[in-house]
């Protein structure tokens, strides 16, 4: 406990940097806000082991479908949010209606292969710097080089850029534009659609975990069934909390959230992003452009990879914190570091995650590139292309859905022949029952 609490002193000083540091530093309250969007994003993340890539994983690994489930709610929160805020005049907000094409599916299909290699997603390789460095840094390289590497294509191709299906107002489907004719500007038909599909999609997933408990293949994710024990633990104790107690220090900063609690956080911040700058979260493109600026500093001209990636040149020579999504993303990496330092975690979280072996190293290369790649073709990545676009009832998110977790149920199997199930890869990715802070993400 002493231990603890010292990590969580610490944690409490490094927030106070962070706060007075982005206010006296940031350029703007824009780029301020983002500051503290991206950590309680990130601080959500870690706290409630909340992944996107995990939906996947633990569903095929485990059979089980919480996280799944979770997502779907959170989704339907989301989507009502944005109803409100786009109901009078959809046009005032910058709504993520994504094409339908070629390049949806095939990089909803290769981003689910790499987060299976890679255990993590685009916004979960941001926490995974601190709670797997290892996985999380050679994630990160390659997914900027894949990126990096798919800028042209998502410039020039038509099969990447033109959608296939267009509902009037859009280059994709607009779910309102379907349903003028229900009184609500269409809103009240699409949040129709999207209570079928999620509601859907939870009693498939019900369905799929009971099969595999009656096949006798289904085992408890770690962190789930803790996050569940703490819980119950917490609603029995609630009444005897004292306020200044070790009780309370414990459910305030150390116990982990629920999923459901972190999907309630991450809708709030969400709702937030909505509200502040009429878009939603994504987090792909900025990990092209930072290997842009790597290979900028190795003396290759601006100019030249402006003309590579067909971008400006500002992308690689402006500030970093001057941009709105960097400040985001590296506050996402702070955001977590914050919340495990409040655990008492962080020290053995970086330490664990320094293990893994020369397969395991190329496996996570593999799927960072996969990952990075995909993203260039299908408009986004796991939020990009999925969370923000089915929240803002664009039908792609839905299509880009099924091929990402299709995707991820490949990957893990070409995984499960790469690594022969053995024993050894399953405990250095802390996805077993052995470990002790396991983490299927």
């Not at 983002?34 to 409630?48: D, H, P, W």
């Not at 972190?262 to 700058?277: E, H, N, S, W, Y």
Request: hydrophobic share 50%; with cysteine; net charge positive.
């Amino acid at each position: 406990m002493l231990k603890t609490k010292k990590e969580f002193i610490i944690g409490v000083a490094f927030l106070a940097v962070l706060l007075i540091g982005g206010s006296l530093f940031l350029d703007s309250s824009a780029l301020m806000f983002r500051l503290i969007i991206g950590l309680v994003l990130g601080y959500a993340l870690v706290r409630s082991a909340f992944g996107f890539a995990g939906a996947a994983n633990r569903a095929y690994v485990k059979g089980s479908t919480k996280l799944f489930q979770t997502l779907m709610w959170l989704f339907l929160g989301s989507a009502v949010i944005t109803a409100a805020f786009a109901f009078n005049d959809p046009t005032k907000i910058g709504l993520w209606i994504n094409p339908i094409n070629l390049g949806l599916i095939i990089g909803g299909l290769i981003f689910g292969i790499g987060m299976a290699f890679s255990m993590c997603c685009a916004s979960g390789m941001m926490t995974d710097l601190v709670e797997g460095p290892t996985r999380g840094l050679i994630t990160l390289l390659f997914f900027g080089i894949g990126t990096f590497v798919g800028f042209p294509l998502a410039k020039t191709q038509s099969w990447v850029t033109d959608s296939w299906f267009t509902s009037g107002t859009s280059n994709g489907v607009f779910l309102p534009d379907l349903f003028k004719w229900d009184g609500m500007n269409g809103f009240l038909g699409a949040m129709i659609v999207t209570a079928i599909l999620c509601l859907g999609f939870i009693g498939f997933a019900k369905w799929y975990e009971k099969r595999r408990r009656d096949a006798g293949t289904y085992s408890e994710v770690p962190s789930e069934a803790h996050q569940e024990k703490i819980a119950a633990e917490m609603r029995a104790n609630e009444a005897k909390l004292k306020v200044f107690s070790e009780g309370t220090f414990n459910k305030l900063f150390v116990n982990p959230w629920t999923l459901g609690t972190g999907a309630v956080v991450i809708m709030v911040a969400f709702a937030l992003l909505m509200g502040v700058t009429n878009g939603g979260w994504g987090a792909s493109t900025p990990y092209g452009w930072w290997f842009g600026r790597v290979l900028h500093m190795f003396g290759v001209p601006a100019s030249s990879l402006a003309e590579y990636t067909m971008l400006n040149e500002t992308a690689f020579t402006a500030p970093f914190f001057s941009n709105s999504m960097n400040v985001q993303n590296i506050s996402i990496i702070l955001g977590a570091t914050i919340a495990l330092l409040f655990s008492g975690k962080l020290i053995v979280s970086i330490k664990n995650g320094l293990k893994a072996t020369w397969l395991e190293m190329l496996t996570y290369a593999v799927g960072g590139f996969l990952m990075g790649f995909g993203t260039r073709l299908s408009s986004g990545c796991n939020v990009g292309a999925m969370y923000t676009p089915i929240a803002n009832f664009s039908v792609s998110g839905w299509l880009y859905m099924v091929m990402l977790f299709g995707g991820g149920i490949l990957g893990n199997m070409i995984k499960d022949v790469i690594f022969k199930k053995s024993a050894k890869s399953c405990c250095s990715c802390n996805s077993c029952d052995s470990c002790d802070d396991a983490k299927i993400d």
